[in-house]
């Protein structure tokens, strides 16, 4: 189980960029191939940029060619939420941190084997944590 962050939407908007907000809080998405993860391989964790929570490893990083960050799994099994989106005409599921409840993009069934999972993230939305350096949790 996760331990939920929750915090008030005039709470996101101090703590957040305008981007952040716009794409965490309120189900936005960055142009493609303007994010600052897009090509980046350096090792280490990718955490929620809202409450630091960690999503993603660097080794399941792999380049999709949608302009957008890609992994093939998130780093565990609890770190992500689900639920179906059917905005815009179509029919796709919506990928959330689990702590926070942030938007974080959408999974599609087209990637790269062993999980043939495609997480689209925002770049937005994640913070790169180095290898070997600690990962802090934000707090209320
Ligand atoms: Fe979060």
Same mark, same amino acid.
Not at 24 to 48: D, I, M, N
Not at 111 to 136: D, Q
């Given at each position: 189980m996760v331990d939920k962050l929750i915090l008030s939407?005039? *709470?996101w908007r101090r703590r957040l960029s305008a981007e952040e907000f716009a794409v965490l809080r309120q189900h936005g998405t960055?142009? /493609?191939w303007t994010g600052c993860f897009v090509g980046t391989k @350096?090792? !280490? %964790?990718?955490v929620c940029a809202g409450c630091g929570h960690p999503l993603f490893r660097s080794g399941e990083k792999f380049e999709s060619g949608t302009g957008? #960050? @890609? =992994? %093939?799994? #998130? $780093? %565990?099994?609890? /770190?992500? @939420? *689900?639920?179906v989106d059917r905005s815009y !005409?179509? &029919?796709?599921t919506? &990928?959330? +941190?689990?702590? +926070?409840d942030g938007h974080l993009g959408h &999974? =599609?069934?087209?990637g790269p084997a062993p999980t043939g999972m495609r997480f689209c993230i925002n770049s937005v939305s994640m913070r790169h944590v #180095?290898? !070997?350096? #600690? $990962? @802090?949790? &934000?707090?209320?």
């Amino acid at each position: 189980m996760v331990d939920k962050l929750i915090l008030s939407e005039d *709470e996101w908007r101090r703590r957040l960029s305008a981007e952040e907000f716009a794409v965490l809080r309120q189900h936005g998405t960055e142009r /493609a191939w303007t994010g600052c993860f897009v090509g980046t391989k @350096s090792a !280490g %964790t990718y955490v929620c940029a809202g409450c630091g929570h960690p999503l993603f490893r660097s080794g399941e990083k792999f380049e999709s060619g949608t302009g957008w #960050p @890609s =992994f %093939t799994r #998130p $780093i %565990t099994a609890d /770190a992500l @939420s *689900e639920r179906v989106d059917r905005s815009y !005409g179509m &029919v796709r599921t919506e &990928v959330l +941190c689990a702590r +926070c409840d942030g938007h974080l993009g959408h &999974v =599609f069934p087209d990637g790269p084997a062993p999980t043939g999972m495609r997480f689209c993230i925002n770049s937005v939305s994640m913070r790169h944590v #180095p290898e !070997g350096e #600690p $990962i @802090s949790l &934000v707090t209320a």
